[in-house]
């Protein structure tokens, strides 16, 4: 196991003086978002060319929606917030901050579940239609990282519990917190050219 | 080809993180508001598309700190946003999405 | 870390032995993962080429009835997969793994275990692809798998299933292992080596690493959408609920034309680390070919819709894509005049090496210039769907590919055997290739230009077909015998091949300044780099006494890649680790994909299996013991 010196971001002797796993995780968020652009790009293509409904501004939720979307983008800043923690050697708002940012992924999650339970029941499966298709697979794969950010914060939460998580090993954090900031970016263009935009289509059926 | 180069410049306190969070939250307020304005509706697109834009290039700049931090990390993720932009523009423009 | 390996329990300590067969289970050496990619890609390759020989004997003749129209179907298709996703691809990348960290300096890739989870998930997804023949029916529908041929309506069996999971999970690691040659060579350089002073073949694989990492995603969302339609029974491909199949069409496209050049580019950075040692001059316009190189990247994106002239995109769809197809043939034109001015005035040492190099440029300028002959959408009309395609696409793939790549076999060889390849055996290896290669293919140009159609199981007598058929099946007997010479060359010099000191060609790169084979841990010093051709520098240019500086160097932080000093004495240097986890996750996933197929119980095992991997591997201790 290499040692950094303690307080200072100092990477390993390479030959662009970056962290292994830093570069790592932006190469893999680069190419993240080739797979969420195709996925986002199979929707938009699809999008109003269902055959039978239910159609999306019948089962939309804007309202509900913002609230989940407002709950990802919080989760941002306490996610950032344990970051600060941790390079200032802050270990109870590290765990508080850590804890917290899981808890409204948490929170997302649930309201997801709940969001496709409700479309369930109105008739919206993956089998149903073209949107059906479209539309769980596009946010069923964002869950899905969410999901699996969740469970890297939990760990982080319980290694820092265990007096595991010290100053030294902020990267650790930085690095969780790289990948929970890009599954919230991605949920911001989603929310945009999912729902938002079929907003004034549900104004004006009802 | 490292040891030259200038330091990293440091990460923002808590307090720009939260007054980054506050200006989140106001285009959050703002988009959800705009798109119940029947006066705005021929216009939307184009404003949700700006309002979005801005709120991912907050985060990316502040919370991923790609403002602060070494070219090469920006440089990677740009560069595939940018792979991505320019496949789904074209894909759009194929199937008569957007050009007619 | 002694105390936290001391509270850990049994299981997660890392695995010590360093000979036997575990070792080659466990081992995360870049050298061993090379070798482990090389034996199973040229496994795969035979069987690739078995299909192939099946495939030409059934056609050389007209109305032929050796195999049904089916397992006709299911022979070119399994043949195209076997060839581009279990032989080149994973050669490219056996030479990926030898030869990077040694031609950079370092002493392993950046992350040693994700290097040998790639490795072993590819070998993994190769048995599930292929794993249609033990049930009788594999994928049928082209390597290409046009939507809505593969919906469950019209291909009920399970071959496509097969084809979808088999791909994902081959997908996953190529994307681990690009992910960490990016990170390798961007990171893991030797002082002194900038950018424009590594080798071209490092460039090379740095430009296909980049094009891997953006291009799967792609494939692999429209594989999850024909898995999803085809085990879940959703609508992306379903046209009576209003899908357009061409979507598919697109996605498998903006991959397919980036992977084109994820299979020739690195065969380029073999030819081009051939050509200047075997001249014995440096390359021409060092930095033309490798902008060239990275030129054809970028534009490798802007190409794709060209497989798709024929389907009706509108004028300007195809006048936009033949343009930028026609320009593209730029940078690599750019590269052919370099390789030839490179030879150029040379003193030629005409080696086996040499002359496979020399048979790359020559196939690949025809190939390239059947390829640009489509590029014109009304000439691809007459084209499209023709043996003049199948000629093309194997004069670059075959005669560029594959001639690229055993250039690179004849030349490192000696490297890691520590023993040459027999000339006399090399060169008949060499003209049974070149000369059946082109008894094979070129034919095939005539047949296509009069109209002979691709993946028909027969044709009728009398169309004037039969000759340039039985022509073409004879060549492909040729390569066959080719490739039994090949094989015997390697097996008979493993043995009692003649020794080769560290650097028998005279080499111009690091690689060549260690032992043959080299220790596991490469370079006791790490050298310092002062320009191109760093050991040419070395032996001729700098002055004696320069002594190179040590640093640390290896694996990353974390990756709890390795013991310091075990084996390497008072050299106190980084050692490649062993360890249990990359295999099991592997296991896992692959476990996961043929429940997918099976059960749902074999899912959530799998999944069981692979969390139990990740955590092994997250809290794997550094060091093997305390």
Redesign the interface.
């Known amino acids: 196991m290499h040692v950094t010196a303690p307080g200072h971001a100092a990477p390993l002797e390479t030959s662009t003086g970056l962290d292994h796993r830093k570069l790592l995780m932006w190469a893999f968020l680069g190419s993240d978002c080739l797979f969420f652009g195709s996925l986002i790009a199979t929707y938009l293509l699809y999008r109003g060319k269902s055959i039978t409904g239910p159609y999306p501004h019948e089962v939309f939720n804007i309202p509900y929606t913002s609230v989940s979307a407002f709950v990802l983008l919080t989760s941002s800043l306490t996610m950032v917030l344990a970051l600060a923690a941790i390079q200032r050697g802050d270990q109870r708002g590290l765990k508080a901050w850590l804890l917290a940012t899981a808890l409204l992924g948490g929170v997302f999650l649930g309201g997801q579940y709940f969001e496709f339970t409700t479309f369930i029941r109105e008739g919206l499966t993956l089998r149903a239609n073209l949107f059906g298709s479209t539309f769980f697979t596009l946010t069923g794969f964002h869950g899905a990282h969410v999901t699996v950010g969740v469970i890297i914060l939990l760990s982080l939460f319980v290694t820092a519990l265990r007096g595991r998580l010290p100053r030294e090993r902020h990267l650790n954090v930085e690095l969780a917190g790289l990948y929970w900031h890009f599954v919230d970016v991605v949920w911001i263009v989603i929310f945009t050219v999912v729902y938002l935009v079929e907003a004034p289509n549900i104004v004006g059926a009802g | 080809?490292?040891?030259a180069?200038p330091r990293?410049r440091a990460?923002p306190?808590?307090a720009r993180?939260?007054a980054?969070?506050l200006v989140?939250?106001v285009v959050?307020i703002v988009?959800?508001t705009a798109?119940?304005q029947?006066f705005l509706?021929d216009i939307?697109?184009p404003i949700?598309?700006v309002?979005?834009a801005t709120?991912?290039a907050l985060?990316?700049m502040?919370?991923?700190h790609l403002r602060f931090d070494?070219r090469?990390?920006s440089a990677?993720?740009?560069?595939?946003?940018l792979?991505?932009?320019?496949?789904?523009i074209a894909?759009?423009a194929?199937?008569r999405?957007i050009v007619q | 870390m002694a105390t936290v390996t001391g509270a850990l329990p049994r299981v997660l300590r890392r695995p010590t032995s360093y000979t036997g067969w575990w070792s080659w289970v466990t081992t995360v050496d870049h050298k061993r993962i090379g070798v482990l990619y090389g034996f199973t890609a040229f496994a795969f390759l035979l069987v690739g080429g078995i299909e192939a020989l099946t495939i030409r004997t059934q056609l050389a003749g007209s109305e032929s009835a050796l195999v049904s129209p089916e397992l006709y179907n299911q022979l070119f298709t399994m043949h195209a997969l076997t060839m581009i996703f279990l032989a080149v691809m994973p050669l490219s990348a056996a030479f990926f793994n030898l030869i990077i960290p040694l031609q950079i300096g370092a002493r392993d890739v950046a992350f040693p275990r994700l290097n040998a989870l790639s490795y072993w998930i590819f070998l993994f997804g190769g048995l599930l692809l292929n794993a249609g023949w033990l049930v009788g029916n594999s994928p049928d529908a082209g390597w290409f798998a046009y939507a809505n041929l593969t919906s469950k309506t019209f291909s009920p069996e399970r071959g496509l299933d097969f084809y979808a999971l088999g791909l994902l999970v081959l997908g996953t690691s190529s994307m681990a292992a690009a992910f960490n040659f990016v990170v390798t060579i961007l990171n893991m350089r030797a002082p002194g080596m900038t950018l424009m002073r590594m080798p071209v073949f490092t460039w090379m694989t740095l430009v296909t690493s980049f094009l891997l990492i953006t291009a799967f995603p792609v494939i692999t969302v429209g594989l999850i959408e024909l898995a999803f339609d085809r085990l879940f029974g959703t609508n992306f491909f379903v046209t009576a609920k209003g899908a357009n199949p061409l979507l598919w069409q697109h996605l498998f496209w903006v991959f397919g034309h980036p992977e084109v050049y994820i299979l020739i580019l690195p065969a380029m950075g073999i030819v081009s680390e051939v050509l200047p040692t075997f001249a014995r001059k440096p390359l021409f316009g060092y930095p033309f070919v490798v902008l060239s190189g990275v030129s054809i990247g970028f534009m490798g994106w802007a190409v794709w819709s060209h497989h798709m002239f024929t389907v009706g995109l509108g004028p300007v769809a195809n006048a936009t894509f033949a343009l930028t197809t026609m320009v593209i043939a730029v940078p690599t034109g750019v590269k052919i005049f370099n390789w030839i001015a490179t030879l150029w005035g040379g003193s030629l040492s005409l080696k086996t090496p040499l002359l496979f190099a020399l048979g790359f440029i020559v196939l690949f300028i025809i190939g390239g210039l059947s390829g640009v002959s489509h590029s014109s959408p009304p000439a691809d009309s007459q084209q499209q769907d023709t043996y003049y395609i199948v000629a093309h696409l194997h004069y670059v793939l075959f005669g560029g590919s594959i001639f690229g790549l055993f250039a690179g076999i004849y030349y490192w060889f000696p490297k890691f055997s520590g023993r040459l390849l027999h000339e006399g055996l090399g060169k008949l290896n060499f003209w049974l290739m070149f000369i059946g290669m082109n008894l094979t293919f070129g034919p095939m140009h005539w047949l296509g230009l009069d109209g002979m159609p691709r993946r028909i199981y027969s044709y009728p007598a009398g169309m004037g077909w039969d000759f340039w058929n039985l022509m073409s099946t004879a060549g492909s007997y040729m390569l066959g015998i080719g490739f039994l010479a090949f094989a015997w060359n390697f097996v008979s010099s493993l043995r009692k091949g003649e020794k080769a000191t560290s650097d028998p060609w005279d080499g111009r790169t690091l690689e060549w300044s260690i032992a043959s084979p080299p220790p596991i841990y490469n370079f006791a010093t790490i050298p310092t780099v002062h320009g191109r051709d760093a050991f040419w520098a070395q032996k001729y240019l700098e002055t004696p006494g320069h002594q190179p500086r040590g640093v640390p160097s290896g694996g990353a932080d974390g990756d709890g890649d390795g013991a310091h000093g075990q084996g390497a004495g008072h050299l106190g240097v980084h050692m490649p680790g062993l360890s249990y986890f990359p295999i099991i996750v592997a296991l896992g996933l692959a476990l996961a994909a043929v429940g997918l197929l099976t059960h749902v119980a074999v899912i959530a095992l799998g999944v069981l299996i692979m969390l139990f991997g990740i955590y092994g591997w997250t809290f794997e201790p550094a060091e093997p013991d305390e």
């Open positions: 080809m490292s040891s180069r990293e990460h306190t808590p993180y939260t980054v969070a989140l939250a959050t988009e959800v798109v119940y029947a509706a939307l697109l949700l598309l309002l979005s709120k991912f985060v990316a502040f919370y991923m070494h090469l990390f990677l993720f740009v560069g595939g946003l792979l991505t932009a320019g496949i789904l894909l759009l194929l199937f999405v």
